[in-house]
């Protein structure tokens, strides 16, 4: 069964500098795609970006990027410049193909400081 | 497009009662899943319906149904409400135009269901 894991419960970064959470999946399907979705303190999810399986190329949305490592079944988010506004939960999500199922995993907290 | 609205935003019960959410998708949008939200439990996948068909279903127990119809609108329905119930529970649409052709998924604001 394809799984998900975010690996870190909890991280925190400085105002303007660089964060990176990371997130691990298992899967045998080669076409696939990859989300990382926000949850601020209103509980709105929010979509982040999104990354195609089969594009080799990084998906990237302003400050926010990926690092894809098809291989490595990893799929890690690069936060830039980071904001207060970006303190939230973000969870990392893959789409199985072969079933339409939406599959997450227990998320990151970021914390932003001042 | 208006997103996904969900109604009611909030809500209170008591154990036993039952209790009925509802979900509007994006217009256009054919797939509408549902989903659980607790702090011990994160996120957990309830069914997805698609052309009013329920094509998905999670581990959850009988007393959680759904439906789809025609407009693609969607409801759930919690029967014999336990306190474990309580929780936030999301919709999210997407239009999955056909086999293999992926849209992304668009979520609601949630309801909040309190169950006393």
């Known amino acids: 069964a394809q799984t998900v894991t975010q690996s870190q419960p909890e991280m925190s970064v400085q105002e303007a500098e660089t964060v990176t959470l990371s997130c691990t999946y298992d899967t045998s399907e080669s076409d696939y795609y990859l989300f990382w979705y926000k949850q601020p303190p209103s509980r709105q999810m929010i979509l982040v970006i999104r990354q195609e399986a089969y594009k080799q190329q990084n998906a990237t949305e302003n400050r926010f990027s990926v690092n894809f490592q098809k291989a490595a079944k990893s799929f890690s988010l690069k936060i830039s410049d980071s904001q207060l506004g970006d303190a939230a939960m973000y969870f990392c999500a893959y789409w199985d193909p072969g079933t339409y199922k939406y599959i997450f995993g227990t998320g990151t907290r970021l914390k932003v400081l001042a | 497009k208006a997103g996904v609205t969900q109604t009611p935003r909030y809500l209170i019960k008591t154990r036993g009662q039952q209790v009925t959410l509802s979900c509007s998708p994006i217009s256009g949008h054919r797939s509408v899943s549902w989903y659980q939200q607790t702090p011990g439990q994160g996120l957990q996948f309830l069914f997805e319906?698609?052309?009013?068909?329920?094509?998905n279903k999670g581990n959850f127990p009988g007393r959680f149904s759904g439906r789809q119809f025609s407009n693609s609108r969607s409801e759930m329905n919690v029967s014999t409400l336990e306190l474990g119930d309580s929780a936030l529970y999301l919709c999210?649409?997407?239009?999955?135009?056909?086999?293999?052709?992926?849209?992304?998924?668009?979520f609601g604001p949630g309801t909040r269901l309190l169950v006393l």
């Open positions: 999210a649409s997407s239009f999955l135009g056909g086999q293999g052709h992926q849209e992304t998924q668009y």
């Open positions: 319906y698609f052309s009013e068909t329920q094509r």
